[in-house]
C-alpha cells in the first residue's frame, strides 16, 4: 500500500484537473494492456460491461452509461458489431429507435470481461487503505454527478 502523497508531489502545483486527466492517461494505458489480450478497445470493453447489467439497451442510453456522447457513438457499435459481439434490433415500441443486444458471443465474453474488471479493480485497491480507498469511490461519485456548467469558465 502506497504512502499518502503531498499535494506537493503533484504535478502542475496541484491542479486538481490536470492531475486527475494525468491519471486517467495512465488508467487507460493500464487498462489496455489487460484489455488488449481479449481483443477489445477500452470503450468496446465498457460497453459490453454496461450490455452485462442491462442489455437491449437503447444506443444513446448506452453512450451515456459509458460516459460517450450519442452523436459520435455509433462508430464504436460498429465495431462491436462487425466483430460479432452485439447486433442492434430496431424497437418495437418506437421505428426511430434501436436497441442494443449481445450475440452468443458477446455472452460467451462475459466471464473474461468480468474477471479482468475483477483483476483491474483489485490491483488499484492496492495503491490504497481501505479507509483512503472509501473515500477515493465518494470522490469518483462526486465527480460523475458534475453537470455541464451553467456557464463558460473562460
Not at 63 to 77: E, I, K, M
Not at 120 to 126: L, N, P, Q, V, W
Request: charged share 25%; with cysteine.
Amino acid at each position: 500500500m502506497k504512502e499518502n502523497t503531498s499535494q506537493s508531489e503533484l504535478l502542475f502545483e496541484g491542479s486538481v484537473w490536470c492531475n486527475l486527466d494525468v491519471a486517467l492517461r495512465q488508467l487507460d494505458q493500464y487498462f489496455r494492456h489487460w484489455i488488449k489480450p481479449k481483443g477489445l478497445a477500452v470503450i468496446e470493453w465498457y460497453i459490453l460491461r454496461a450490455l452485462y447489467e442491462k442489455d437491449g439497451q437503447h444506443a444513446s442510453e448506452l453512450a451515456r452509461a459509458v460516459g460517450r456522447a450519442a452523436t459520435s457513438f455509433t462508430p464504436n457499435l460498429d465495431k462491436l458489431q462487425d466483430k460479432g459481439y452485439i447486433e442492434r434490433q430496431p424497437d418495437k415500441l418506437d421505428r426511430r429507435a434501436v436497441r442494443i443486444f449481445l450475440t452468443d458471443k458477446g455472452h460467451a465474453q462475459r466471464e473474461a470481461v468480468l474477471q479482468s474488471a475483477q483483476q483491474i479493480d483489485a490491483k488499484i485497491r492496492e495503491l490504497f487503505s481501505e479507509s483512503d480507498f472509501n473515500t477515493f469511490l465518494c470522490v469518483l461519485n462526486g465527480l460523475q454527478q458534475l453537470g455541464a456548467p451553467e456557464e463558460p469558465i473562460f
